[in-house]
């Protein structure tokens, strides 16, 4: 049972750990993208008529991420809702990768454009954010 709970912890981790910018990609390549490097992630059919966005799922119920996305379905934001024991391993991930530039906040750039990385703590989750840097 310890093997099997270190394993799940090790794929979730690995699985949070890809990073999941996917601003400017549009629906088709997100799609694409979480098929090809987040297989334990799964689509969810959801409808909403105040904005538009894809949102994906793992078998764990440890992680939620959404992509928020334009009128011509090109993401322009994402959010991750995690499980508030994979925060350390995500802010180690975070602190690695990017720019920290305040308490829970990092700045990733990319294609010379500039992405703000916020983590908001809740009381049994925490969100990732990320959006265009203004």
Known sequence: MK??????????????????????????????????????????????TRFKYLKYSDNYDNQTVLFFLSTDSVCKSVRQICDLSLKPQKVK?????????????????????????????????FIVTIEPAK
């Open 3 to 48: 093997s099997f709970t270190l394993a799940a912890i090790f794929i979730i981790t690995n699985m949070i750990a890809s990073g999941q910018n996917l601003i400017g990609y549009d629906s088709r390549e997100i799609k694409k993208y979480m098929k090809e490097n987040c297989k334990d992630m799964n689509i969810n059919d959801v409808r909403n």
């Open 93 to 125: 991930e975070f602190n690695s990768i990017y720019n920290k530039v305040g308490e829970n906040s990092w700045i990733e750039t990319r294609n010379k454009k500039d992405y703000l990385v916020v983590i908001r703590e809740e009381e049994w989750t």
